[in-house]
């Protein structure tokens, strides 16, 4: 069974609104990572939250984390059409594997 | 950007040949991993290393093998590739402790004819 699900699986915008996207995991957490995929491409990491911290921000991204509900989100104001990407969440497993599951992504596409 | 490299970039292949896909990393990071991932899909881990000499197998079974000889390399091979194994191949590494953040290869896509 997945650890992360990705809530929406495809988000299409106007250039210049703000997209959130959400992810739900199932077991306890250390951190949670947010990776973004140009089609075609590797992915990059964008920014990880503790599950001590509630909120962080980076640039255009903010990520809120709710360990009570298990869930994030990961907000991008301001969109352009740079960030026509997928976005996938990810969480460690626990145990010394040190392995990440990754979620089934978000496809979001920002239209000009 | 970061110093993890992956050839071919994309490959076609006829079915029952051998194809050795490469990994390579600059980071001196002790974990690498291989995932498969289809378009539009999550991906799938199928091979991962603790460092030299240790290999393991992921989630998804995979007809893949992989050998780690030295820090930098973790090559993944198919000893007779099929059409089932078209798919996209993600390589990447992290450091042994810290917060498990992984460093992607740009992957390489592959299709079996």
């Known amino acids: 069974s997945q650890q992360g699900e990705e809530d929406p699986q495809a988000l299409s915008i106007q250039e210049g609104e703000n997209a959130t996207m959400n992810c739900s995991y199932k077991?306890?957490?250390?951190?949670l990572q947010w990776y973004r995929q140009n089609s075609g491409r590797g992915l990059v990491h964008l920014i990880l939250?503790?599950?001590?911290?509630r909120e962080k921000h980076s640039g255009r991204l903010r990520v809120t984390l709710d360990t009570s509900k298990k869930s994030s989100s990961l907000l991008i104001t301001a969109s352009r059409a740079a960030d026509t990407a997928s976005y996938f969440c990810?969480?460690?497993?626990?145990?010394?594997?040190?392995?990440?599951?990754f979620g089934q992504g978000t496809r979001l596409t920002i239209n000009p | 950007e970061a110093d993890i490299y992956q050839t071919p970039r994309y490959l076609v292949i006829g079915t029952g040949k051998k194809i050795t896909l490469e990994c390579s990393q600059t980071?001196?990071?002790?974990?690498m991993y291989w995932y498969q991932q289809d378009p539009g899909m999550e991906l799938h881990l199928i091979h991962y290393?603790?460092?030299?000499?240790?290999?393991e197998k992921g989630d998804l079974s995979s007809e893949s093998t992989v050998s780690r000889i030295r820090t930098e390399h973790f090559p993944l091979t198919l000893e007779s590739a099929r059409p089932s194994h078209t798919s996209q191949y993600l390589c990447?590494?992290?450091?042994?402790?810290?917060?498990?953040?992984?460093?992607f290869g740009p992957g390489t896509r592959l299709t079996v004819t």
């Open positions: 980071m001196g990071h002790d974990k």
């Open positions: 990447a590494s992290s450091e042994f402790t810290g917060n498990y953040e992984q460093y």
């Open positions: 077991t306890s957490i250390n951190n």
């Open positions: 990810a969480t460690p497993l626990s145990g010394g594997a040190q392995k990440l599951v």
């Open positions: 939250i503790r599950s001590n911290e």
């Open positions: 290393s603790y460092g030299v000499n240790s290999t």
